[in-house]
């Protein structure tokens, strides 16, 4: 009998220990919902969405997030030409070329790249990356959008990879041997059946990698600038909503004033913006899933 | 492709050149491999070449400093410690309680831990950034932890709690299922089998998981900056409600002046950080090794 309830604390215990993550999710909605509640009562939602300047910090205050959001698409866009084209090939490459010895010893190699520290990369990006694109591009600024999105493309690389690369292994080998028979070529097969079979889960892991993309702070807090403006250009210094989040935290904002309401104002955004994106990441992997159960 | 044809010659000469194309695209898409694995090694290299000769035995016992020449990171490496020690702390029970819950109990399918599962993993794309403003609003002002030891490792434990527990269920699901009929069999409680067959043969693939997702909250700078650590803390902390920098944030600091001495420091601060994920990395797979050895034999 004393053992029944001993399981039953138990149990109960352990499903609290797996509903915090249930109430990390709600916590997350409610810190930013209250703080951007405080902030849009004192800026309309139409000057924080549509509003073309960003200068909260500054005597004459703006609240119009575009420039910054301007900023984190055209860093996510430059390191989506770099990740997506490089991280399929490679996928390609090592789900249909590679002999299993290379697999085996370049996918953990490859995935040494996402295990290094993001402010490693922004460190690379400004000391490295910079200094070399300025010798070929001679209106480069110093802190600029394109060092930092082709960095943090190396950086999502390994993700683009490694996920299309199972989404690939996981096509059924008849496709690809009905494909062989026919007198296929393997480039003929990896394009033409392989990656339209595994189209929706190339899809989910490109759109997590925008995601991440998007998410990503340290690169572009270090090596982009912070200079929100609305530009197309990506050689002059611009602002993020991750690095604006970063500049505000450095210094010391005190609580409640609408200077450090706009960081949960800019992070709710930041957060509806990622959480659509897994969310139809998520559905499109699960539907993967059930093409080839 | 394309039909049977009588002339024999005109299929050779097309499936040479097909050959030939397809050789050449193999190519393309080594060369996209390779080309990632030399952006790694050039990254190695550059920060080896600038950092080495600012890394010495000083520098790593002294303390921050507003002269480049005399900064050292002792105070950030023991604040790094510190943090993902207590980060491991609260972030192994839990997760691993999670993970039983959904791997041994949950297994009905039911509503409760289908809602659960999908909420795991979204939470484990969430931008790292946004968990830094969760734990300031929730553990540094509502709780009023202050900058403390404990409000950055308890934001770092929420950040790293997905991990562990996708990777806890993986170890637990590799526990044959006859070591748990044979022990039901001989009268003990789930809990019972549980914790004395489930969870020892479980332990060292639970604990690669969670030194891999350590070697990951590590290096992690952005949610640490937001809950205000403050970059300049010329001590190590010397308790969990002491104010605390780390490794990252050391070197984000370094990274943004302009000075080149500076810059040095920054890169020998990032050999000493890779030298750290180094450690640990090797360490995860030593006892990875060890698991696979055990479910050998």
Known sequence: ?293 | MGAVSTDFRAPDLGTRRRHVVDRGFELLALGALLLALAALAVLVVDVLSDGAGRLNWQFMTDMASRRASSAGIYHALAGSVFVIALTGALALPIGVAAAIYLEEYGSARSKLSRLIEINISNLAAVPSIIYGLLGLGLFVRTLSMDRSVLAGASTLALLALPVVILSTREALRTVPKSIREGSYALGATKWQTIWFQVLPIAMPGILTGLILSLSRAIGETAPLITIGALTYVPFAPDGIWSAFTVLPIQIFNWVSRPQAEFQENAAAGIIVLLGLLLIMNAAAIFLRDRFQQQGRG
């Open chain 1, 1 to 293: 009998m004393r053992s029944r309830t001993t399981e039953w604390v138990i149990e109960r215990a352990l499903l609290l220990c797996a509903i915090l993550s249930v109430f990390t999710t709600a916590g997350i909605i409610i810190v930013l919902a209250i703080e951007t509640a405080g902030f849009l009562r004192e800026v309309s939602i139409f000057e924080f969405l549509f509003g073309t300047e960003w200068t909260p910090l500054f005597a004459n205050k703006h609240f119009g997030v575009l420039p910054l959001v301007m900023g984190t698409v055209l860093v996510s866009s430059i390191a989506m030409v770099v990740a997506l084209p490089m991280g399929l090939l490679s996928a390609i490459y090592l789900s249909e070329y590679a002999p299993a010895g290379v697999r085996r010893i370049v996918k953990p190699v490859l995935e040494l790249l996402a295990g290094i520290p993001t402010v490693v990369y922004g460190y690379f990006a400004l000391m490295f990356v910079t200094p070399l694109l300025q010798r070929f591009i001679p209106g480069l600024a110093g802190f600029n959008a394109l060092s930092p999105g082709i960095v943090m493309g190396i950086m999502i690389l390994p993700l683009v990879a490694s996920l299309s690369e199972d989404a690939m292994r996981a096509v059924p080998r008849g496709l690809r041997e009905g494909s062989y028979a026919l007198g296929a070529t393997r480039m003929q097969t990896s394009l033409s059946v392989v990656v339209p079979a595994a189209f929706s889960g190339i899809t989910a892991a490109s759109i997590l990698a925008v995601s991440r993309a998007i998410g990503e702070t340290m690169i572009v807090a270090i090596a982009a600038g912070q200079q929100p403006r609305l530009t197309a250009s990506p050689l002059v210094p611009i602002e993020t909503m991750t690095a604006y989040i970063v500049q505000v935290s450095l210094g010391d904002t005190p609580q409640g004033t609408l200077e450090y309401r706009t960081i949960f104002a800019v992070g709710m955004l930041l957060f509806l913006m990622t959480f659509t994106l897994n969310l139809i990441s998520t559905w499109l992997r699960e539907r993967f899933r059930e093409e080839y159960a």
